[in-house]
């Protein structure tokens, strides 16, 4: 079924992946991405949605500093990016969403592919492939860890299917290319804008998170977690710290105070928590007691009550640490994620209908995973409204974690998860 388009636009999807991959942006920054996803789809028929008419500008979260904004504009500008785009992204109302309608009676069928990248500086060790086939990241200091370049370049496939096909299927199609997943802090923005409330079936995926084999996917992804990250400051007095340390209000100290006893959160016996501090900044030098810190961090929890519980813990801990060391603390929610519940009847009709692709070689029921997405909210929206959702994984050997310098994964698993997501298209009556 249809294994002639994939094999025509395999080396496209791998162009588009390698293409993004090199020029990655950080969430609600993603400029040039937006721009070049957008003039794709514009090419290929379709209906877009940009800046504020795409998302909710008031649901976004953990906007990135004024100041890196407009760095980041500027460098969109100069790079090519048409100011008619800017205008409508400016402030961090990057990604967009795509429309097809083909006027024929049908179901409403809905897809989110993140767009955004890590800080992270990617390894130009010869050995890793986007360095050895010179893909690598041309941003100091930004990378696609997580595979979102590969999402996306998904995305534009099926965009690609669904315009070349547009005579044969029925029905409606949105497709949503999130901006700000890492963090959470995108797809609430989105869903708040209405785009899924009357979708009747919802896909999502990711590439790898376990390592599998390509050819391998999976139905739905039982485990991820409600997770709220916060920014906490912390405000002392810096003193010189041989002359007159008592003078001093040591901000360092009290988010290593806070970071110690975070740890500490006791387990809840209802099910998975978790905790990390992610980042830590204080201090201008050894004679100086340091009269500023920040500290970043997240909590986790299996069930919404047990986030609650994180989140209530963490916050008093922060709090009692800036009591102890008599300097003032500000907490600021940067993101959040929901509890996801795939819909398991979708099991048995993914399966029929990938039983057919010559590239999908498996179909697993479920594999359980214990990260965050914010693509919870979406579907959550879904299944609020009477549609079916899930949240699939595409296989691929993982020589490196999510989030490692040298990450990358198996472009063969682009192929494998446009070609089943074709199939869902074609099984589920939309033709």
Same mark, same amino acid.
């Given at each position: ?5 994939i ?12 293409? &993004? ?9 993603e ?16 209906? &877009? ?6 998302l +909710? ?11 890196d ?7 969109a ?13 400016r ?10 309608? =083909? ?14 990248? &890590?800080p ?6 010869p050995?890793?492939?986007?360095a050895?086939?010179?893909? %690598?990241?041309?941003?100091?200091n930004v990378m696609?860890?997580?595979g979102?370049?590969?999402?996306t370049?998904?995305? &534009?496939?099926? $965009?690609?299917?669904i ?15 999130? /901006?700000?997943?890492?963090g959470g802090?995108?797809?609430? @923005?989105? =869903?708040d ?22 050819? =391998?996917?999976?139905?739905t992804t039982p ?23 008592e ?5 360092l100290?009290?988010?290593t105070? @806070? ?6 959160i006791?387990?809840?016996?209802? %099910? ?17 007691i ?16 047990? @986030?609650q519980?994180?989140? +209530?813990k963490a ?5 009692? $640490?800036?009591?102890m ?10 993101g ?13 009709k993914?399966t ?19 990260g965050?997405?914010d ?8 299944q609020k ?12 050997k993982?020589?490196?974690p999510?989030?490692? /310098?040298?990450?990358?994964? +198996? ?5 494998v ?10 099984? %589920?009556?939309?033709?």
């Amino acid at each position: 079924m249809d294994s002639s388009f994939i094999e025509k636009i395999a080396p496209q999807l791998i162009k588009w992946r390698r293409t &993004l991959h090199a020029l990655p942006e950080l969430g609600f920054m993603e400029y040039i991405t937006t721009y070049r996803i957008g003039k794709e789809l514009e090419q290929m028929g379709f209906e &877009l949605y940009l800046g504020k008419d795409a998302l +909710e500008e008031n649901s976004r979260m953990g906007l990135p500093a004024q100041a890196d904004l407009e760095a980041q504009e500027k460098k969109a500008r100069d790079w090519g990016v048409e100011e008619s785009w800017l205008d409508q992204m400016r402030g961090g109302n990057t990604g967009l969403v795509a429309v097809w309608d =083909t006027g024929r009676n049908g179901d409403h069928v809905g897809f989110r592919f993140d767009i955004d990248a &890590l800080p992270i500086k990617e390894s130009a060790d010869p050995v890793h492939r986007p360095a050895q086939y010179e893909f %690598g990241s041309k941003e100091e200091n930004v990378m696609h860890s997580c595979g979102h370049d590969g999402h996306t370049a998904i995305g &534009l496939g099926v $965009a690609q299917y669904i315009s070349s096909r547009e005579d044969q299927l029925k029905g409606r199609f949105t497709l949503l290319f999130q /901006p700000a997943e890492e963090g959470g802090r995108g797809a609430r @923005a989105m =869903t708040d804008k209405g785009w899924l409330d009357d979708v009747d079936y919802f896909y999502s995926g990711h590439i790898g998170i376990k390592s599998l084999p390509v050819g =391998t996917i999976a139905a739905t992804t039982p485990g991820f977690l409600a997770s709220t990250k916060y920014n906490a400051y912390f405000k002392g007095v810096s003193s010189h710290a041989g002359i007159n340390p008592e003078l001093g209000k040591n901000a360092l100290l009290a988010a290593t105070t @806070a970071a110690n006893n975070l740890y500490g959160i006791p387990r809840h016996h209802d %099910g998975v928590t978790r905790v990390n501090v992610g980042k830590l900044a204080a201090g201008s030098g050894r004679n100086i007691i340091p009269g500023d810190s920040y500290m970043e961090i997240e909590v986790r929890g299996e069930t919404p009550e047990i @986030a609650q519980y994180m989140a +209530e813990k963490a916050t008093r801990i922060i709090q009692a $640490a800036a009591d102890m060391h008599d300097v003032s603390c500000t907490i600021e929610a940067v993101g959040v994620t929901e509890v996801v519940v795939c819909d398991e009847e979708l099991i048995p009709k993914i399966t029929e209908w990938c039983a057919s692709s010559e590239l999908v070689k498996e179909v697993l029921p479920s594999v359980p995973v214990s990260g965050s997405e914010d693509v919870s909210f979406m579907m959550n929206r879904v299944q609020k409204h009477g549609g079916k959702a899930t949240f699939m994984l595409f296989g691929t050997k993982l020589d490196y974690p999510h989030h490692h /310098p040298q990450f990358d994964f +198996e472009e063969e698993a682009l192929l494998v998860a446009v070609d089943a997501y074709i199939h869902i298209l074609n099984g %589920g009556s939309a033709i």
